[in-house]
């Protein structure tokens, strides 16, 4: 029924997968003796978080963050909230962040500042995809996308499409362009 709405499958479940099993392979190897706090940034990565940490065989923490930029249109107002604050003290702490999706890199670049005051041994910046200028560095990057606009594996349009289990273009036509 969503995938009426769907004009092509850029990356399919086992593509995910595969892709998800290789970072999570590289942080092993990154973090090898050491416990890692993985802060996923809601509500997009959910998902990847979820398939991410399940991944990594190391001892690892979990908490979110959530911050607010876009609403409910298509594209970057600037503008980035904090709607929901760690539960955690990150002090001392390897700390990973999971984004979905590195789109301007305003959101990325904002929380590492921001983390980074809070003085953790380590911050990493991961994301399953990454598009456009980036002003911040991705330590894990799965995908370099094309500027479409995606949704699935968490993404949303409007808070829907999240439960796709695959990646795909969204038909333009149903966000009116
Ligand atoms: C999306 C995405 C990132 C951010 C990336 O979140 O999950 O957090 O935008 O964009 P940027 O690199 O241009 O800052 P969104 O605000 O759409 O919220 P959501 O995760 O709840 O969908």
Same mark, same amino acid.
Request: include cysteine; charged fraction near 25%.
């Given at each position: 029924?969503l995938e009426?709405?769907?004009?092509?499958?850029?990356?399919?479940?086992?593509?995910?997968?595969?892709?998800?099993?290789? &970072?999570?392979?590289?942080?092993e190897? *990154?973090y090898?003796?050491?416990?890692v706090?993985?802060?996923? @940034? +809601?509500?997009?990565?959910?998902?990847f978080m979820?398939?991410l940490?399940?991944?990594?065989?190391?001892p690892?923490t979990?908490?979110?963050?959530?911050?607010?930029?876009?609403?409910?249109?298509?594209t970057?107002?600037?503008q980035i909230q904090i709607?929901?604050d760690?539960?955690?003290?990150?002090?001392g702490?390897?700390? &990973?962040?999971?984004?979905?999706?590195l *789109?301007?890199?305003?959101?990325?670049?904002?929380l590492?500042? @921001? +983390?980074?005051?809070?003085?953790?041994?380590?911050?990493?910046?991961c994301?399953?995809?990454e598009?456009?200028?980036?002003?911040?560095?991705?330590?894990y990057?799965?995908?370099?996308i094309?500027d479409?606009?995606v949704?699935?594996?968490?993404?949303?349009?409007?808070?829907?499409?999240r439960?796709?289990p695959?990646?795909g &273009?969204?038909?333009?036509q149903v966000y009116?362009?």
């Amino acid at each position: 029924m969503l995938e009426k709405d769907i004009q092509e499958i850029l990356f399919t479940e086992e593509q995910l997968k595969n892709r998800v099993g290789e &970072i999570a392979r590289q942080i092993e190897s *990154d973090y090898a003796g050491k416990e890692v706090m993985f802060i996923g @940034i +809601l509500r997009g990565s959910f998902v990847f978080m979820a398939d991410l940490c399940r991944a990594v065989e190391l001892p690892c923490t979990l908490d979110f963050m959530s911050v607010s930029s876009y609403g409910s249109g298509t594209t970057s107002s600037g503008q980035i909230q904090i709607i929901k604050d760690l539960s955690e003290d990150i002090t001392g702490r390897h700390v &990973i962040v999971v984004e979905d999706i590195l *789109d301007s890199g305003n959101t990325l670049h904002y929380l590492l500042n @921001i +983390l980074e005051h809070r003085h953790p041994a380590s911050v990493r910046l991961c994301a399953l995809l990454e598009r456009r200028v980036k002003p911040v560095e991705l330590h894990y990057s799965g995908f370099t996308i094309p500027d479409a606009f995606v949704v699935g594996y968490g993404l949303d349009y409007s808070e829907k499409y999240r439960n796709l289990p695959y990646i795909g &273009i969204l038909k333009p036509q149903v966000y009116g362009a």
